[in-house]
């Protein structure tokens, strides 16, 4: 029988710093033609072709660790680095994140192997249990990360299921990331929270888009899901926007150390907020 397998269960053994529950974690598997990249959007995400043998297959349902009995849930690298001062938060927050998880994703369960609602669900609980780390682990930027990543799933699941308000679900977690990754930008830069607990700035799972990145995103996302009900704020907000675009990428001469990709969108970007910015002053 052919093997159209796309994950398998770890053989090792996790054991969860919040409840004490034992599991394994479940992996995705990569070769034998299971993922086709195809283009990378404007937020830096990317896309991915249908296999003919393995279908649609969505590497970010899997990067979250979740406890399946306690839905404690972060990136697989800080899993076991939860800080012990927030562990008796953690445990008596449990039915909290039972209750509220279930009221976006009402078919989640950990238990079972991941899919969209799931990976979707992951997100969302590794933005929520982010609270519980301290800065040292830069839980901003993870947080901005996991809220993004959610929505590109729910982007996933409004197409696969449509009618049933993915898409609003989709644009709040952007709306949310929007806020995170402007957060994230100024404590860094007001020295209330470092970066340097984040190895991979991603977006997304195939390329570290690092610093730059994060910059280019923080910018992308006020243009796009930024507040708009403040005219003279936005404009103020988008004119910081574009200098900083401008600077870290040199537009306007040659900019050759920088990824090739990410510097086109940011050419793309820096003439959307000018455009913007015109159209308001006329």
């Not at 995705?28 to 995400?45: C, F, K, N, Q, V």
């Not at 909290?96 to 994703?105: A, D, G, H, Y």
């Not at 050759?256 to 510097?263: M, R």
Request: charged share 30%; glycine share 6%.
């Amino acid at each position: 029988m052919e093997d159209k397998k796309i994950s398998f269960v770890s053989k090792e053994e996790y054991r969860c710093p919040v409840c004490e529950t034992a599991f394994h974690r479940e992996e995705l598997l990569s070769g034998s033609g299971r993922l086709i990249a195809g283009e990378i959007t404007d937020e830096l995400h990317r896309l991915y072709e249908p296999s003919a043998k393995y279908g649609v297959v969505y590497p970010l349902a899997y990067p979250v660790t979740v406890c399946p009995e306690c839905w404690f849930a972060s990136v697989d690298r800080d899993f076991f680095g939860l800080p012990a001062q927030y562990r008796n938060r953690a445990v008596d927050d449990r039915e909290k994140r039972f209750r509220e998880t279930r009221l976006i994703f009402p078919s989640a369960d950990f238990t079972k192997p991941r899919e969209l609602v799931n990976g979707a669900a992951s997100w969302y609980l590794a933005l929520v249990c982010y609270d519980y780390y301290t800065k040292e682990f830069s839980p901003t930027i993870k947080q901005a990360i996991a809220a993004l990543r959610a929505g590109w799933l729910l982007d996933e699941l409004n197409g696969t299921y449509p009618g049933y308000h993915y898409d609003w679900l989709a644009l709040l977690f952007k709306k949310k990331a929007q806020y995170l990754y402007n957060e994230a930008i100024a404590k860094e830069q007001t020295g209330r929270e470092t970066l340097s607990g984040i190895k991979n700035f991603g977006p997304d799972t195939d390329k570290n888009y690092a610093y730059e990145g994060a910059l280019y995103l923080s910018a992308l996302l006020k243009l796009k899901y930024g507040p708009r009900t403040d005219a003279q704020q936005r404009m103020e907000s988008l004119s910081a926007a574009k200098r900083t675009i401008a600077k870290i990428f040199g537009l306007g001469r040659s900019s050759k150390s920088k990824p090739g990709p990410l510097l086109e969108h940011a050419r793309e970007l820096y003439e959307s907020i000018g455009k913007e910015i015109n159209e308001t002053d006329e």
